[in-house]
């Protein structure tokens, strides 16, 4: 079946635009996360859906960052007045079921941002 | 201080060698283990979970140690193919996951 997918795969922003990634989570996820992976490290949490319900946005950076899942299914993840820090590649993650279980995550193969 | 630490590599290993990659996490009151495999340029995609018995998976084979807070991955018999950053993930809350920078692994034939 289809996996979780991500556009734009690619972004280039001039510094002080506004963008918009997407994110199309596997058909019946609950879960839907966001997550930003600078060069070099991990993955870095940013914020977590329960179907329309965003139930934690403590790792958004600044108040530039703004996330919404409006019918449970897709996700967009904006970024206001895109700063140089802002580069990085920005996956979304999707699973089965909400929270209190073990479950895996299965990714999306992430929008790569270049903020010049 | 991170609270998942791993050694970022890169490990150069012969092809049909052993490797062992360990990652220590902070959090005393981590619920859940993973080891993650992300290739270049690519998502993370799960190898296995990590249960405080140890487990194997093929030629995986990966050990919790709690009291020590210390998680271990081995590969046996490695493969050209096993080139990837091998990353150390650690479950804190029902969903929250949090990451180490990956060890790097390269397999030379």
């Known amino acids: 079946g289809a996996g979780v997918s991500q556009s734009p795969r690619y972004k280039v922003a001039k510094r002080g635009q506004d963008v918009a990634l997407r994110c199309d989570p596997i058909?019946?996820?609950?879960?839907l996360f966001w997550y930003q992976q600078a060069l070099g490290q991990g993955p870095e949490f940013l914020t977590y859906?329960?179907?329309?319900?965003?139930?934690?946005k403590s790792g958004l950076p600044s108040d530039r960052f703004f996330a919404e899942r409006p019918e449970g299914s897709v996700s967009t993840l904006k970024i206001q007045r895109t700063q140089q820090e802002d580069s990085a590649v920005y996956l979304c993650a999707s699973s089965l079921r909400g929270s209190g279980g073990t479950y895996e995550q299965y990714f999306g193969p992430g929008t790569r941002l270049t903020v010049t | 201080r991170k609270e998942v630490e791993q050694d970022p590599g890169p490990f150069n290993v012969p092809e049909g060698a052993t490797v062992a990659f360990n990652c220590t996490y902070s959090?005393?009151?981590?619920?859940?283990f993973f080891w993650y495999r992300q290739d270049c340029r690519k998502e993370p995609k799960l190898l296995m979970s990590?249960?405080?018995?140890?487990n194997e998976d093929g030629r995986f084979t990966a050990q919790l140690n709690r009291a020590s807070q210390y998680i271990s991955l081995l590969i046996r018999d490695s493969k050209l193919s096993d080139s990837a950053t091998y990353l150390c993930v650690v479950r804190v809350s029902n969903y929250q996951l949090i990451w180490g920078a990956g060890t790097k692994l390269i397999i030379k034939p």
């Open positions: 959090n005393s009151a981590s619920q859940s």
């Open positions: 058909s019946g996820h609950v879960s």
């Open positions: 990590v249960y405080s018995s140890g």
């Open positions: 859906f329960q179907n329309e319900a965003q139930l934690d």
